[in-house]
């Protein structure tokens, strides 16, 4: 599995919108909006590629400005 933490950057008046939008977004968690209306978000998906796709899709949200991923691991899941 692979998880990622996002900055987005929204247009401004766009932010609330943008949250919702991503927070519809399968594995997509909203973790908060700062007070720079930069929105925080987790990405849980099954490789990093799935984690490019969602990028990808943030990307194309109608008031995304920006996507900049932070911080990026993947987790081996398999048991001993």
Known sequence: MAIASM???PAANATERV??????LCGVTVNSITSKQEIIIVVE???LNAVSEVA???EAIS???GV???YITVADETAD
């Open 56 to 58: 990808h899709a943030v």
């Open 68 to 70: 900049f991923p932070s």
């Open 7 to 9: 900055i987005i950057q």
């Open 19 to 24: 949250a919702t939008e991503l927070s519809g």
């Open 45 to 47: 998906a099954a490789s």
């Open 63 to 65: 008031g995304v400005l």
